[in-house]
């Protein structure tokens, strides 16, 4: 055979094969983006499926809780469950006012803000500023597991410890952690006062105008903290369904 005719047919030969091949990756590369989309149809009404029983379980929720609510409050009214004091469903004569529930669920929830904001703050400006990297390396971790202990398990901690406790000496213990957390601020707040006073209304008033004004906003201080004591004192935490019956 002609060396050229051979050199043709061999280029020929070639060029049929890479035709054959790149015929049957484009077939390949169709059945995988058919493949692809497929399964994408698929993922795709999986999680719709999920989703739909997410919002029908909802549905369900408030539909339960509507069909049993509606005929309560057609005989109870909506006055009295939210303006009664008064909650004790189990009695002979049942009553059901939740403004107590709503009154001590708020006092609890300032309560916790009260100790729970400055500690929070002084322990992440301790870690960052404060301690060094090798106690910062050491603490984090303890922190992060207190952080993944559900707080229903703080709760009935709280619940077995503090709970008998407050219902001894209720009283007693809510004027001091009031007294301990509002002294330091109640301080600090008097003497930034008093110097923003004494640089506006006194610029050339002497130590005896920041002492007078020192006396009489801890004067007022200390009248807010008795207030804050006296309705502590106006409070009565007893045990049995109505745990907190606050006087108001």
Same mark, same amino acid.
């Given at each position: 055979m002609?060396?050229?005719?051979?050199i043709m047919a061999e280029s020929e030969d070639r060029r049929r094969i890479e035709k054959d091949s790149s015929a049957n990756q484009l077939l390949l590369s169709r059945r995988a983006r058919r493949l692809h989309r497929a399964g994408a149809l698929l993922g795709q009404v999986f999680l719709t499926g999920i989703t739909s029983l997410s919002i029908i379980a909802v549905f369900f929720i408030f539909y339960f809780i509507a069909k049993d609510a509606i005929p309560f409050f057609s005989q109870q009214g909506f006055r009295e469950?939210?303006?009664?004091?008064?909650?004790?469903?189990?009695?002979?004569?049942?009553?059901? +006012?939740v403004l107590a529930i709503f009154v001590g669920s708020g006092l609890v929830t300032l309560g916790a803000v009260l100790v729970s904001v400055p500690l929070g703050i002084s322990a992440a400006v301790c870690l960052s500023d404060v301690l060094s990297f090798r106690v910062r390396q050491l603490i984090k971790p303890v922190i992060e597991v207190l952080a993944a202990i559900p707080s229903v398990a703080y709760g009935f901690f709280a619940l077995v410890v503090f709970a008998p406790t407050l219902q001894n000496? +209720?009283?007693l213990l809510l004027s001091f952690a009031a007294w301990m957390i509002l002294t330091p601020v109640l301080l600090?707040?008097?003497?930034i006062l008093a110097d923003l006073l004494k640089d506006r209304f006194f610029e050339h008033g002497g130590i005896a105008v920041k002492v007078f004004l020192l006396l009489l906003l801890g004067a007022g201080s200390a009248a807010f903290m008795l207030s804050v004591q006296r309705f502590i004192?106006?409070?009565?935490?007893?045990?049995?369904?109505?745990?907190?019956?606050v006087s108001i």
């Open positions: 002609n060396p050229i005719r051979r469950f939210f303006t009664s004091t008064r909650w004790y469903p189990s009695a002979s004569q049942p009553e059901f +006012g000496n +209720g009283n600090i707040v008097t003497v004192g106006g409070l009565s935490i007893d045990s049995g369904t109505n745990a907190l019956n």
